[in-house]
């Protein structure tokens, strides 16, 4: 029977150690670290016919003995009749009745998990995955059990299930995985009410940050998981996350994906969940990561709202509602969570595959900054704390919403265009005072009052605008502005109402916005930084690599600090990577550093373009 090869790489012992924490002096985390898993994910190429499946490396394969029987096709399938599922609670598996079996660990529509021993590992509890038997005559069946298994040997990362052994029983093949007992996560978070413990989102970063890595990994092995969702990501005792069941894998190279996925949908096996599937599996449509992707933040969706995207019964209903109507913004069911996630994640669940983020590492970036630096501290759904300066509009809530418009893994952040002198107000100055303390809702307060003093004061309604905004508000901010601007119709009011636009999802408007601010003040440089951000935010990369360039040579008309100017230039570094102008990424990204040297994210962006140029010592 199939068992690890001692003589290969590593004993069943030092690859599982971390599954039971005993690493001696070196912590979980430490190896993690060291190990560097957190792996820019590589372009994932669409799924195209005429291709070759991928074939296991003999390098990787050696070390299982991999079971013939497995490596045969539908030869498995004439073997093994139909019959009833197999029952192997205690039952011995392997040549040597190394596994004993000792409970039923679960059941799906595919196949069983038990719980068992290793008496080469002096009773270590394992799981053992199978098939049910009855599946085995279905056509093509074996070939995804095998496929199943070939990547699951394949795939190493500490937060990837891991694969100890392989064998066949009975006809039945059968994987040995690590047993991870913390249950899956719909068990550990989703049965407690949203906005309360352990549901919080210092818990959802917990988890999520090691899956997207994983993901990331998977991705970057040119594979796609095609069926993520709350009962594939496990825990072990620590609770430590995992990336689990590969049941409908693929390579990304793999041919004929379409009538394979066709084939298994007609025996009543589907290719993924309702619930969590984008729209494109399944309809012979090309694929790639992003359908990994858009399950993601179905599951992120799920834990914040305590509903999945689209909830229906059926398969087909259940492609019906995607179809006929975006996602309800997560903000709308449960209004503690802010509306900078509800953008990010309306856009990874996005039906046009290019309208999402590029990748899960993306994603997950635009996800923590939509939650802020401060998101750790607060429960799922609750609005993330502000402490913006005084007329620091939307540094941590437009820009942040908007940050998931852009489609970039550099990161933007140009400073907000600064207060202008005002007559003096003491209601206003309170609030501007409020607005500095990260304490909105004193802010909008006063300017109530103000409002109710001189209801005609247009810098007044801007203001109350400002509060709005440092609350999520950015609709009743909108509002604000435009009353602002029919009052007085100047650069900066526009400019503030295209950047609540941004939040909300409108860059065309904010576009339109931004246009007539420039044209009332061409001098600031300011108001054709926030209209690059429109431009990114719209695809429309050469026009923001030009007004960025534009804002960058108009500098010294206005008093911009290095730090805007370093702001600017990874924008316009990040349009310059989006068309693959790499040198020009870079020396902008250098740039950053040099103005900003404190600053993680331009070390960040330049690795990231260094990588891209094939500069590994760099990156």
Known sequence: MSQIDHSSSRSVESKTSHSSGSEGAVSFQQRLERENTLIPETPLKPISSGSSPRILPASRAAKINWNPLLSSGDGLAARTPPEQDQQWIGQTLGGDGRYEIIDMLGRGGMGKVYLATDRNRNGASVAIKAPLQRLLSVPGMCDRFEREFAAMIELEHPHVCRVLDTGCHAGVPY??????????????????????????????????????????????????????????????????????????????DEGHAAAADAGLTQNGACVGTPGYMAPEVGTGKPID?????????????????????????????YRQAQLARPVTPAHEINSAVPVAVSV?????????????????????????????????????????????????????????????????TVTLWPDPIPPRPVPVNPHQQNAQTYLADGEPDGAVQEMNQALKEDPDRPDFYSTRGAALAAQGKFVEAIEQFTQAIARDPQADFFSERGQAQLAVGAPDLARVD????????????????YRALAHMALRDFDAAIRDYTAALEQRTKVNVSEDELAGWLAGRGAAFLRRDRLPEALADSTEAIRLQPREPRHFHNRAVVNQRLGHAAEA
């Open 175 to 252: 994987v040995v995985l690590q047993n991870l007992s913390g249950g899956h996560l719909g068990e550990k978070f989703l049965r407690s009410p949203v906005n309360a413990a352990p549901r919080t989102v210092k818990n959802l970063l917990a988890w999520l940050r090691p899956i997207v890595q994983a993901i990331s990994y998977v991705h970057s092995r040119n594979f796609i998981h095609r069926d993520i969702k709350p009962e594939n990501i496990l825990f072990d005792e620590h609770g430590t996350p995992y990336l689990s069941d590969f049941g409908i894998v693929r390579a990304v």
């Open 289 to 317: 990561g992003r359908v990994d992707l858009y399950a993601l933040a179905g599951v992120v969706y799920l834990y914040l709202t305590n509903q999945a995207p689209f909830a229906r019964e059926t398969q087909e209903k």
């Open 344 to 408: 990010v994640l309306n856009q990874a669940l996005s039906v046009n595959p290019a309208d999402r983020q590029a990748t899960c590492l993306e994603f997950m970036a635009d996800l923590e900054r939509a939650f802020g630096t401060d998101a750790e501290s607060v429960p799922a759904g609750s609005s993330h704390p502000v402490r913006p300066r005084t007329r620091r509009l939307l540094r941590r809530n437009v820009l942040l919403g908007t940050a998931a418009l852009v489609l970039t």
């Open 514 to 529: 931004f246009d007539e601010a420039v044209k009332l003040n061409a001098d600031d440089p300011r108001h054709r930084a």
